[in-house]
């Protein structure tokens, strides 16, 4: 079975400018999350996604970060525009269903910001 | 909210001995879900072991098992045997119903010394 995939693996910019990432979770898994994990720190939630709807978003900074999943199966994460503090790396992880389910992580992109 | 603290930064352990990484969490939820997941250098967050707070039985893993104590609010990791492929950063997690959140711990690097 297929894991968690995630692209592009690392991706260097410059400040103001847009990023996307993209998310391709387990076949059959509903739910889908995106974490901000900073150097040394564990990951933080973004935002979860049940099907194609975004069911929590609190901790998302909704002025330059934008997220979708179409058709509740992909999803991309955009920031327009980065800032220096966002050089950090981003997971996506997918669960079957409901919240006891084991959450399973792609293996992140990794975005530094100049 | 619930919280997790892994106060250790980092261990070390040689090689085919045992090594326990500590954790202790804070809920006001009744049932919840703990876990341990590994981040090799490589950055893919695999799981190790996890166990259900309603379980008294401490779950293992073939060479990992937890000490789960509930009333104490700690949750630790015992490695036995342990391999250079250990070698990773450790983290503790906790996801409750209230909110179906996955709060992670800050992590704890452990080196296995050949």
Same mark, same amino acid.
């Given at each position: 079975e297929a894991g968690v995939v995630q692209s592009p693996r690392y991706k260097i910019i410059e400040k103001k400018q847009p990023v996307a990432f993209w998310c391709n979770?387990?076949?059959?898994?509903?739910?889908?999350?995106w974490y901000l994990q900073n150097l040394g720190q564990g990951p933080e939630l973004l935002i979860r996604?049940?099907?194609?709807?975004?069911?929590?978003?609190?901790?998302?900074?909704?002025d330059r970060f934008s997220a979708e999943r179409l058709k509740g199966v992909d999803s991309t994460l955009k920031?327009?525009?980065?800032?220096?503090?966002?050089?950090?790396?981003?997971?996506?992880?997918?669960s079957p269903g409901g919240w006891t389910d084991t959450q399973y992580f792609g293996p992140g992109t990794r975005l530094t910001v100049l | 909210a619930q919280t997790v603290t892994q106060s250790q930064p980092e261990m070390s352990v040689q090689e085919a001995e045992t090594v326990t990484l500590s954790c202790t969490y804070d809920t006001s939820e009744s049932n919840y879900y703990l876990f341990w997941y590994k981040q090799p250098p490589s950055r893919?967050?695999? %799981?190790?072991?996890?166990?259900?707070?309603y379980k008294q039985q401490n779950a293992?893993? &073939?060479r990992f098992s937890v000490n789960f104590q509930k009333a104490a609010k700690s949750f630790s990791l015992?490695?036995?045997?342990?391999? %250079?492929?250990?070698?990773?950063m450790y983290f503790c997690a906790c996801?409750?119903?209230? &909110?179906s959140k996955l709060t992670f711990g800050k992590g704890i690097t452990l080196s296995v010394r050949p």
């Open positions: 979770p387990i076949s059959g898994h509903n739910t889908l999350y996604y049940e099907n194609e709807e975004a069911v929590d978003d609190s901790q998302l900074p909704k920031i327009q525009p980065a800032e220096l503090g966002d050089s950090a790396v981003y997971l996506c992880a997918s | 893919q967050m695999i %799981l190790v072991i996890r166990q259900e707070a293992t893993e &073939n015992k490695i036995s045997d342990s391999q %250079l492929g250990d070698t990773a996801n409750t119903g209230a &909110n």
